[in-house]
């Protein structure tokens, strides 16, 4: 199981990576990440910047 971190501005995220269903972009530069079996969470970044950070945290191994 691998955790990417998102920023929120209500509070940051650690997300299993592998439970992303889908980004769409939202009001503010944010994003809203859909996450399989729950709610989306707003975070902060366009749709192409949370993208990398979910790539790039996959690809390093994330946490956990």
């Known amino acids: 199981m691998k955790f990417v971190e998102l920023k929120s501005r209500g509070g940051d ?3 299993v990576a592998q439970n ?7 009001e503010n530069g ?5 996450m399989v079996g729950g709610d989306s969470l707003l975070v902060v970044g366009s749709m192409r910047e949370v ?5 790039a945290g996959v690809e390093a191994g994330g946490e956990g």
């Open 51 to 55: 993208a990398a950070q979910v790539t």
């Open 20 to 26: 992303i269903a889908y980004l769409r972009a939202d």
């Open 13 to 15: 995220y650690f997300v």
């Open 30 to 34: 944010q994003t809203k990440v859909g």
